[in-house]
């Protein structure tokens, strides 16, 4: 009696399971089933066509391109003519082995990429032929075209994703493409649009007899939507062409709007390097390029000493704290002594010795000795050095440097631009300004970015307040409309000092550093830079060619464009960096290059600092094997 009630419970108990489990398959997950893991459904993929891409004037940037993929559901493939196949693929059997069994492990119940990107002959031919191998098909996808071979660092590329992203997407399947870098990865939830899918039916020979369940689950692929950047092409192009042969960054800014005109890294690359069968090839060329780099973008991403530049920074902040006015005056010996030793002593190039100078002049004719003495004066104010050294950080925090300034690109760098504290650990509490007084002319331990220095100079171009850096301006026909992008940001700095700096900036072009490229009715206000440039070779530090930097605006009133311009190696600032920049300037403002300038583009365009590369590479490898022999 006993066994015949535990045979009755046991057999309702495996009843009860069996209904319920029917139950949760046919009314509970019935709406919401997926039937892609039913043998007896083909899944194709509608693939959308994804967004492109314009410039601030309408000029077409990226386009799109048919590409046709080989695409293998390992489940379904079934005794084949390999020899035959592989012939047709133009393939060895051990590599058609290897993609079958990359497949199968990724998922042998999905469709995944077994050979990308055929060429349209191959294409043809196959596709006769495709029908003889059960699992196999082919799939259309969207690749990228670049009309115009520039701004690749800006623009970025698409790739295939990754196992592990595939395999965790809820959207993304094994050998799709997605953004990688640039805006094609920042945007790419804008620019991919959303693909569609149709669910087939098939019968045991593996043969479509039609649509699953009248195409209830089918969806609609959406087109990516289109992208108007800030970027001006024309201008991207031309700056482009002037680093030709050198290694830095440009960043150019519209300072009423913080929209990017032009962001240049040099060197560079084609974009159209990396679609197609011989993206792979190319990418181990560039990204494995560890001497030039033409992959890194050294606009983003390269922290330089800003050098002169920053003088500017220090007269803004010394004005704000009181501690000096425009009649405020220093006098220069040669440069600064700030110490006992022969050692303890700042060079100054400058042409006046002896004489008071005051800060219109002291900017414009870059003077190591007044920046110095105003340095020190804010680091000392009321004896306390860590507060002063705080209050000065503050400021110059306010014009985003030393952090990520928040522009819609994937690579940052935040630079450095050290406090009270730092120096209060790194020191032990013994300095004072003497001790870091090479922060005073933008060197020691400051770091900057050309974006944030090209952003700082735009605030000054707006007498104190600036917008934040941003890539595009339209997504469809709307404008971008985000606060972040569209609020201005205040500086600490009182609008009232920035007219005497403004006024300096202007003389730099008038009679000091600059005046050798000027542009005949373009009101320039600018600072050129030499920054000095160490490296360390096996813990030793080396000097190496200074690096060459200006920084301007213009014009003066009503400013229209604001920038920075950094090349490695190339000397003094007036040298190299102030005819690019003036050369950028005119481009912009007239569209083109006057007669009189052609001999200082021509100059720009044939001046190539290969040479001094190669050297200074072959020096440290030298170095490098004389210290390990």
């Avoid at 680091?379 to 209050?391: H, I, R, S, W, Y």
Wanted: charged share 25%; aromatic share 12%.
């Amino acid at each position: 009696m006993q066994r015949s009630f535990l045979l009755y419970f046991l057999i309702s108990a495996v009843g009860l399971i069996f209904i319920g489990r029917l139950f949760q398959l046919q009314i509970i997950k019935h709406e919401s089933y997926d039937p892609i893991h039913n043998a007896a459904v083909k899944i194709v993929y509608d693939y959308p066509e994804r967004g492109y891409v314009y410039d601030r004037n309408g000029k077409l940037l990226v386009a799109n391109q048919l590409s046709y993929d080989v695409m293998v559901q390992p489940n379904q493939v079934k005794t084949l003519d390999t020899l035959e196949f592989c012939k047709l693929l133009k393939i060895d059997k051990q590599d058609f082995l290897k993609r079958l069994n990359k497949a199968q492990k990724y998922a042998s119940y999905l469709p995944s990429v077994f050979l990308k990107q055929l060429a349209k002959e191959d294409f043809a031919f196959l596709q006769e032929k495709l029908y003889k191998y059960s699992g196999f098909f082919i799939q259309k996808r969207i690749i990228r075209d670049y009309p115009i071979k520039a701004a690749a660092n800006v623009l970025g590329y698409i790739g295939e994703v990754n196992e592990e992203k595939a395999r965790k997407s809820d959207y993304y399947e094994q050998g799709e493409l997605e953004g990688k870098d640039g805006i094609e990865r920042q945007y790419e939830n804008v620019l991919r649009g959303r693909k569609g899918k149709k669910y087939l039916h098939r019968n045991r020979f593996n043969k479509v007899t039609g649509s699953y369940k009248n195409g209830k689950y089918d969806t609609l692929a959406q087109n990516g939507k289109d992208l108007m950047l800030t970027l001006d092409i024309d201008l991207q192009v031309y700056a482009q062409k002037l680093m030709k042969g050198k290694r830095g960054g440009i960043v150019a800014i519209e300072p009423s709007t913080g929209e990017i005109l032009a962001l240049v890294t040099a060197p560079s690359y084609d974009p159209n390097m990396l679609v197609g069968r011989k993206r792979s090839q190319n990418s181990v060329l560039l990204f494995n390029d560890t001497i030039s780099k033409p992959s890194y973008d050294r606009g983003l991403l390269a922290a330089y000493a800003p050098g002169s530049p920053f003088k500017m920074m220090n007269a803004l902040v010394a004005l704000q704290e009181n501690v000096i006015n425009q009649q405020t005056s220093f006098r220069c010996y040669g440069g600064y002594r700030y110490g006992n030793r022969a050692n303890e002593f700042m060079k100054c190039h400058c042409d006046i010795y002896g004489t008071p100078i005051m800060l219109k002049t002291a900017i414009a004719k870059s003077c190591n000795s007044y920046f110095s003495n105003t340095y020190k004066l804010i680091v000392e104010k009321n004896n306390m050095p860590t507060q002063g050294l705080n209050e000065w950080h503050k400021h110059v925090a306010s014009f985003g440097l030393g952090n990520y300034l928040g522009y819609d690109l994937p690579a940052g760098q935040k630079g450095l631009i050290p406090d009270g504290n730092y120096y209060d650990k790194r020191l032990n509490y013994r300095w004072n300004g003497s001790s870091i007084i090479s922060n005073a002319i933008g060197q020691g331990e400051i770091l900057t970015t050309p974006i944030q220095l090209a952003n700082f100079t735009a605030a000054i171009a707006n007498r104190g307040y600036f917008y934040t850096p941003h890539i595009v301006k339209k997504i469809d026909s709307s404008l971008i409309d985000n606060p972040k992008y569209t609020q201005a940001k205040k500086t600490t700095i009182d609008k009232e000092h920035f007219t005497p700096v403004v006024e300096a900036m202007h003389e730099v072009f008038k009679s000091g550093t600059g005046m050798w490229s000027q542009v005949k009715g373009i009101e320039i206000c600018g600072k050129t830079g030499t920054a000095e440039n160490f490296i360390l070779v096996d813990g030793i530090k080396k000097q190496l060619d200074d690096h060459s930097i200006l920084v301007a605006f213009a014009p003066k009133n009503n400013p229209k464009i604001a920038l920075a311009v950094f090349v490695e190696n190339g000397g003094y600032g007036s040298t190299i960096a102030a005819p690019i920049t003036s050369l950028l300037v005119e481009k912009y403002i007239n569209g083109k290059i006057s007669k009189r300038n052609k001999y200082r583009e021509l100059k720009m365009l044939n001046t190539s600092l290969q040479d001094i590369y190669d050297l200074q590479y072959q020096k440290t490898e030298e170095q490098l094997a004389t210290r390990t022999q």
